[in-house]
């Protein structure tokens, strides 16, 4: 059972660092399209540079060893992110294929949460020292 959980782990958070990655590269380069979405959404384009920074370090920071606490406040990230990009969507009224991208990046987070090993996990006995 444990090496099927570390499988599925590793499966989703590769998965899950590439969906990051691509979509922080895109909106820190501010591409014509990804600029289109934000501004049909009603967003300002400055969170462009925010989400796509937040996005790169995210990915850093679920990816290297250790630093349990870091990692939760990524995963966090991530899940407030890509619930709030369907949300957005939702209501506006865009079409379905709108929600796949952040619905599976949704999925994957906490997929890579639930699965994710002990050692990268908060340690409830030691939290408070």
Same mark, same amino acid.
């Given at each position: $059972? ?17 969906? $990051? ?9 501010? $591409? ?11 967003? +300002? ?18 990816? &290297? +060893?250790?630093? +349990? ?22 209501? &506006? ?23 994710? +090993? ?12």
């Amino acid at each position: $059972m444990k090496k099927r959980y570390n499988i599925i782990y590793w499966i989703a958070t590769v998965w899950l660092a590439l969906g $990051m990655l691509s979509t922080g590269i895109v909106q820190l380069l501010k $591409m014509k399209a990804e600029v289109d979405m934000m501004t049909a959404l009603g967003y +300002p384009l400055y969170l462009l540079t925010l989400l796509g920074a937040w996005k790169l370090l995210g990915v850093l920071a679920i990816l &290297i +060893p250790k630093l +349990p606490i870091l990692k939760e406040w990524a995963y966090a990230g991530f899940f407030f992110a890509m619930s709030a990009a369907v949300f957005s969507h939702l209501a &506006i009224g865009d079409k379905a294929i709108a929600l796949f991208g952040p619905a599976l990046l949704l999925v994957l987070t906490c997929l890579s949460w639930y699965f994710r +090993p002990a050692d990268r996990k908060i340690n409830p006995v030691n939290f408070n020292k």
